[in-house]
């Protein structure tokens, strides 16, 4: 008997709603449909997400958006059996509208419901790409405010092998483009940038990159960024290019060496990327050069699932229960965790 599952992603500053198919025990869910909101528009003229208006956002677009899913699936809503939502981490009131649309839908239609840790969904992405991984594995976990390289051995089953002590890598893209004066989002506008710069342009540190450990840092290379951009000064918009290739290849030279450290530390032959940064194609590209001259294979979520979307959600609550180490529940009484360390999850 097919299990269907509604995920609601509402953690930060895009609204994902979508429908995810378990089939028999070991099966491989099925995403049957997912529709996505963002909200950049609406923060860009703020220069970056404002946690109430994200919450409003989301309040007018979860419902709508959970009706184009089951309009593409061809289903209507009482063919759901599970609700889940993000628990967290995020933004407290972005969450809670996630949470409370997904226990009144619970209540509604006598369903359990199952809150999610963001950063499982992530991490269990690839699982939905056309090359799914198999376990165990290394994970590079690069989305927001993480990253994080995590040994990852069956659903649940993770251990914690480093993380950034400061700034994330995402963070490290953000700021440094807002630096260079680009619009929000900056981390995909200093990427474009990037492809017309020269990656050498301007010696940039790589904090921690021979510390032996499987740590980062990123925080010393944006005020490295911001001390070369007040240098240039007036020149700044002639050498953008080049300071944002330059800035992108440090953050790319850290994520690559760190990772390879994790794979030779562990033995472990498979490594996978997922979050926001995972879709950076200088990223892609240099971990495949490495990993392809040391026979590891890489996985990546599509393109399209990199970014924060309920089909995540909905995959990772499949995957918990198929595995049997969560249980959805009845009591519709619900709570939300914007600070959630993955490795609480571990069994």
């Not at 070991?26 to 923060?43: D, F, K, N, W």
């Not at 840092?217 to 911001?226: E, I, Q």
């Not at 490495?290 to 995959?315: F, K, Q, S, W």
């Amino acid at each position: 008997m097919h299990r269907l599952i509604l995920g609601i992603e509402s953690s930060c500053d895009e609204t994902g709603v979508a429908l995810v198919r378990l089939d028999a025990p070991g099966g491989t869910p099925v995403l049957l449909a997912h529709a996505l909101h963002s909200q950049i528009r609406m923060h860009q003229a703020y220069g970056g997400v404002v946690p109430e208006l994200a919450s409003r956002d989301h309040i007018r677009h979860v419902l709508p958006l959970a009706r184009e899913v089951l309009a593409t699936a061809a289903l209507d809503l009482q063919a759901v059996d599970v609700v889940a939502f993000t628990r967290g981490p995020g933004l407290a009131g972005a969450l809670l509208v996630g949470a409370g649309v997904a226990c009144a839908l619970g209540a509604a239609l006598g369903v359990p419901v199952l809150g999610v840790h963001h950063l499982e969904g992530h991490l269990l992405s690839p699982f939905l790409s056309a090359d799914p991984p198999e376990f165990p594995f290394i994970a590079l976990l690069v989305s927001g405010g993480h990253t994080q390289l995590m040994e990852v051995t069956g659903v649940g089953r993770y251990r914690l092998l480093g993380e950034t002590i400061d700034d994330a890598a995402g963070e490290a893209f953000d700021k440094s483009a807002k630096l260079l004066g680009l619009p929000y989002p900056g981390g995909p506008e200093l990427a474009r940038l990037a492809q017309q710069g020269d990656p050498a342009a301007f010696k940039l540190p790589r904090p921690l990159l021979h510390s032996g450990d499987l740590d980062f840092s990123f925080a010393g290379l944006k005020t490295a960024v911001l001390t070369q951009a007040r240098r240039l000064a007036q020149a700044l918009p002639a050498r953008a290019a080049d300071l944002a290739a330059s800035t992108q290849q440090a953050i790319v030279d850290v994520l690559v060496r760190k990772s390879l450290r994790a794979l030779e530390q562990t033995g472990l032959r498979r490594l996978v990327v997922a979050g926001g940064v995972g879709a950076n194609r200088c990223l892609r590209a240099q971990l495949d050069t490495a990993c392809g001259e040391r026979g590891v294979r890489v996985h990546y979520p599509e393109l399209a699932l990199c970014t924060d979307n309920g089909a995540m959600i909905a995959l990772a609550a499949a995957m918990r229960l198929q595995a049997g180490i969560a249980a959805a529940d009845r009591g519709y009484a619900f709570d939300v965790r914007p600070r959630w360390p993955l490795d609480a999850l571990a069994h």
